[in-house]
């Protein structure tokens, strides 16, 4: 709790808030202001060195009749879009708002209104193809780059200072928190040294491209390993490794979640085949089973059930450790929404005491290379993501799988990461989703999912090999840029 006396002439704005006027952020500004130049974003837009405005709201109605990501703040995670957002538009409705938000490569959007993600942002790039973002969400644009870089204003964004500033004007207005137009008054302390600038630059630069690549990577891989898992051979991965950033570009598709959710199908099966007193055509979709019947000849169809009987891979949920458990610590307690693009976020909604921790922590045995798999929501059913050494002390709640591989010779846990996101898994999953309650859930169907493990030593190996390399390479670009961002408002 902040206490401290501040004279009556200090108040501003008629605002009585003790966070906002913070002393230690006062001081830690006027330490930095030797270093630094010190600019609120207002005098920055004032000088026409950035620019900023916020997006749209396109209505409900406009939800699922296209496939052009419509990006929410939910969207925004670990400084990047999700390869797969959650909304979709049709190409008439992003033609109406393309050309007034005018998204480009090096813009940043950061979100404004919610609680928890105010303040998040990402770095738009040459793979984040079409699309449109929300009202809550503020695009900023680096008009004289001369001036100050898009990549330095990237790490001064994520700097502890100004997400301190930004945690200090947030505010509610009716039922959700913002930042509103206070965003203006968080003031950017810009490094003076030139030589500090380059080196930032050039290094976050290297950095976001290995996550790009990476990212790109991850959109393209249920593609490449479905080709894989049909010929039995790795050309797919080979063809695609070759390949520019700038052709990966051109390959890119706009996709969002609902296209896991197939077409509409209609079919005449007997009454003798309905199982369990399943009466859901989805449940039945006879094309999971031709396109499963296709992949026999190079793999091996083994059920999630069969694989844990036969102990070859384990898995079980987690714990609801109550709310008042939250926020009492800094060890992650992961929930449905706390990963995205296979790994998780940097930043956890909640924190759980070191006490808490202990009491969990034997039973829950989280390692790393453990996969996480979303088992209840709605859209976030199937995502998943692997522990790595970096949040392995974590416990995770009871909508989530902990799946782990006993058997790692043959099936490596980055193969059955790569397997667990390849479209004929992902497309059964959703046929085993259902609403229990207020929820959606798969429940126990897991055990129902049939995998193609490739009969082929070698492709198994190559494709765990290039799955490992890419997240690894991944979480140390996002550690780096963590790292820059703190030496870029470091006073030492």
């Keep these: 709790m902040i206490n401290y006396w501040i004279s009556s002439k200090e108040i501003r704005n008629g605002i009585y808030i003790p966070k906002y006027y913070n002393p230690e952020i006062k001081e830690e500004i006027e330490k930095l202001s030797d270093t630094h130049t010190c600019l609120t974003v207002q005098e920055l837009v004032n000088k026409r060195i950035i620019e900023h405005s916020t997006g749209d709201e396109i209505g409900k109605h406009a939800y699922g009749t296209g496939n052009i990501p419509f990006v929410r703040t939910s969207d925004i995670s670990n400084w990047e879009i999700k390869t797969i957002p959650k909304q979709g538009v049709a190409r008439d409705i992003y033609e109406e708002y393309a050309e007034k938000q005018d998204v480009q490569e090096g813009d940043i959007l950061l979100v404004r209104d919610g609680t928890y993600l105010i303040g998040h942002n990402c770095f738009i790039s040459k793979v984040d193809k079409e699309l449109i973002y929300q009202s809550h969400i503020i695009k900023i644009r680096v008009k004289k780059t001369d001036e100050l870089e898009p990549e330095l204003f990237f790490l001064l964004l994520n700097s502890n200072i100004v997400q301190k500033q930004i945690r200090s004007v947030q505010f509610t207005a009716d039922i959700i928190d913002t930042i509103g137009q206070r965003f203006n008054e968080i003031i950017i302390p810009i490094p003076k040294s030139k030589e500090l600038r380059k080196k930032l630059v050039e290094s976050t630069k290297k950095a976001i491209e290995t996550r790009i690549y990476g990212k790109a990577f991850i959109k393209h891989c249920p593609k490449i390993v479905e080709d894989i898992l049909l010929t039995g051979g790795m050309q797919a991965m080979e063809d695609y490794s070759k390949l520019s950033l ?204 049939v995998l193609p493990i490739p009969k082929s030593e070698e492709t198994r190996n190559s494709i765990s090999k290039i799955i490992k390399e890419t997240i690894i390479s991944r979480i140390l670009a996002r550690q780096s840029i963590t790292e820059l961002a703190s030496k870029a408002t470091n006073l030492n």
């Design 246 to 449: 700038d052709e990966i570009k051109e390959l890119t598709t706009s996709d969002t979640v609902t296209l896991e959710f197939g077409g509409f199908n209609n079919f005449i099966m007997s009454s003798k085949d309905i199982r369990h007193n399943i009466y859901i055509p989805k449940y039945y979709d006879p094309t999971i089973e031709d396109e499963l019947s296709n992949l026999k000849e190079k793999c091996t169809l083994i059920s999630m059930g069969e694989l844990k009987k036969s102990k070859l891979i384990d898995y079980y949920t987690g714990d609801e450790i109550g709310k008042m458990a939250y926020g009492t610590g800094d060890i992650p307690f992961l929930r449905t929404s706390d990963f995205s693009n296979w790994e998780i976020k940097y930043n956890a909604k909640q924190g759980i005491s070191e006490e808490i921790y202990d009491e969990y922590r034997e039973k829950q045995d989280v390692q790393a290379e453990d996969i996480l798999l979303v088992r209840d929501g709605t859209y976030l059913i199937g995502t998943s993501c692997i522990i790595t050494d970096f949040n392995k002390k974590s416990l995770f709640c009871g909508g989530l799988y902990k799946i782990r591989s006993l058997d790692k010779k043959y099936l490596d846990p980055y193969l059955l990461l790569g397997l667990l996101n390849s479209y004929i898994v992902k497309r059964q999953i959703r046929t085993k989703q259902f609403t229990r309650d207020v929820i959606d859930t798969i429940g126990n169907r897991l055990d129902e999912v």
